[in-house]
Nanobody, 118 residues
Framework: VQLVQSGGGLVQPGGSLRLSCTASASDFTINFMGWYRQRPGMQREEVAT???????DYLDPVKGRFTISRDNTKDTVFLQMNNLKPEDTAVYYCYAHVLSGPISFDSWGQGTQVTVSS
């Protein structure tokens, strides 16, 4: 299962960006999807997750600013990031928890740089 990300880039503090991630998984079922980020010098952290039914969860520092959504018909997950702060600067990775009969595994996107700077 391949995940292809798009979006990201350079934005000023207070600005917005939208990340997208599409899975090529026609022979599989995508269970939950989400986004991680890795800030410079820090461990990767889970930013947001969304179940197939639309239940969401967020890292505390991004609550109220980031919104995760998905389109199950296209196996695509989105991350709308508003009121961005310099501390949001990171490489963002999407992931998908994939089901194939009794087997499950995680697939990852290639990563996208988000830089928040004036």
């Amino acid at each position: 299962v391949q995940l292809v990300q798009s979006g990201g880039g350079l934005v000023q503090p207070g600005g917005s960006l939208r990340l997208s991630c599409t899975a090529s998984a026609s022979d599989f079922t995508i269970n939950f999807m989400g986004w991680y980020r890795q800030r410079p010098g820090m461990q990767r952290e889970e930013v947001a997750t969304i179940t197939r039914g639309g239940n969401t969860d967020y890292l505390d520092p991004v609550k109220g600013r980031f919104t995760i959504s998905r389109d199950n018909t296209k196996d695509t997950v989105f991350l709308q990031m508003n009121n961005l702060k310099p501390e949001d600067t990171a490489v963002y990775y999407c992931y998908a928890h994939v089901l194939s009969g009794p087997i499950s595994f995680d697939s990852w996107g290639q990563g996208t740089q988000v830089t928040v700077s004036s």
